[in-house]
């Protein structure tokens, strides 16, 4: 089930990416890394890997980089951050 949650949040970040959201170049592209990060993280998901570590930093920089300036983004981005925590990530 976290997996399907995980799912469906990056559909959301991914969504909010697509949109007229006033982001800058830099901002988009540091969002869409973030997506495809977690994207690899789910496809090997039963391998053992030590960079879990650096992707729920990224996560956590990104949340409160734009906590100010796009909050729904950054909602987003904490619910994946949760998510990938319950999933023992």
Known sequence: MPEHDLQSQLAELRSQLASDAPLTEEERASLQLIAQDIELRLANQGVVDHQNDSLVDGVNLAVE????????TAMTLRNI????????I
Not at 65 to 72: D, I, T
């Open 81 to 88: 951050m949760q998510t990938l925590a319950n999933m023992g």
């Open 65 to 72: 980089r734009f906590e100010v300036s796009h909050p729904n």
